[in-house]
Each structure stands twice: as structure tokens, then as C-alpha cells.
């Protein structure tokens, strides 16, 4: 059964940093691209970034470049999201998301709130 546990999230200033994690369970972590999506109030889910399998390739959305960060350890099965310069733009719940050939997989998600 797959399963992924995001962790990390809570409450930051504007302009501080954050690192959220999800760790992943039941299926293969190093054969499939992993992502990192957003939710905020009142809004549509929107993606925040996407890495390849092997960690060689990464992209993140446009609104985002330049101040956050993904990347993955295969041996521990888990990707993370270096998040910096927050904004209060940026409070959501962050999901993370497995592209699995048989349908994606969603965890249940952390929330990050930026507020000072």
C-alpha cells in the first residue's frame, strides 16, 4: 500500500526558511518522479515543484524559482522542499505527490504558515 507522510510545516516569519519532508512506503522510491504541491485558502492546488526520479533534473514553478528548493534521498525514500524567503504568499498546506504508473498518490499534507 502506498504511503507518504509529509513532516516539517509550522509557523515561520516572513523571510525565514523551512524545510518540509515526505517519506514514502509501498512501492519503489527510487524508480518515480516525486513533486511538491500547495493549497491555500480559497485557491486551487497548484504545483511548487517536480524531480526526477534519480534526483538529476528538477523543476520548479515560476513563482517560486530562486527561493525554493527540491531534492530527494533515494536510500531514505524521501524528498524534501527547502523552502527561504517566505512570504505570507506562501501559507498553504504542502502536499507531496508520487507519480506512480497505476494513478498518482497524494499524502495528507503539512501546513506552513508564514506570519509574523
Known amino acids: 500500500q502506498v504511503h507518504l507522510v509529509e513532516s516539517g510545516g509550522g509557523l515561520v516569519q516572513p523571510g525565514g526558511s523551512l524545510r518540509v519532508s515526505c517519506t514514502a512506503s509501498?512501492?519503489?522510491?527510487?524508480?518515480?518522479?516525486m513533486s511538491w504541491y500547495r493549497q491555500a485558502p480559497g485557491k486551487e492546488r497548484e504545483r511548487v515543484a517536480t524531480i526526477t526520479s534519480v534526483g538529476d533534473l528538477t523543476n520548479i514553478a515560476d513563482s517560486m524559482k530562486g527561493r525554493f528548493a527540491i531534492s530527494r534521498d533515494n536510500p531514505k525514500n524521501t524528498v524534501y522542499l527547502q523552502m527561504t524567503n517566505l512570504k505570507s504568499d506562501d501559507t498553504a498546506v504542502y502536499y507531496c505527490f508520487a507519480h506512480l504508473p497505476g494513478g498518482p498518490a497524494w499524502g495528507q499534507g503539512t501546513q506552513v504558515t508564514v506570519s509574523s
Open positions: 509501498g512501492f519503489v522510491f527510487s524508480s518515480y518522479a
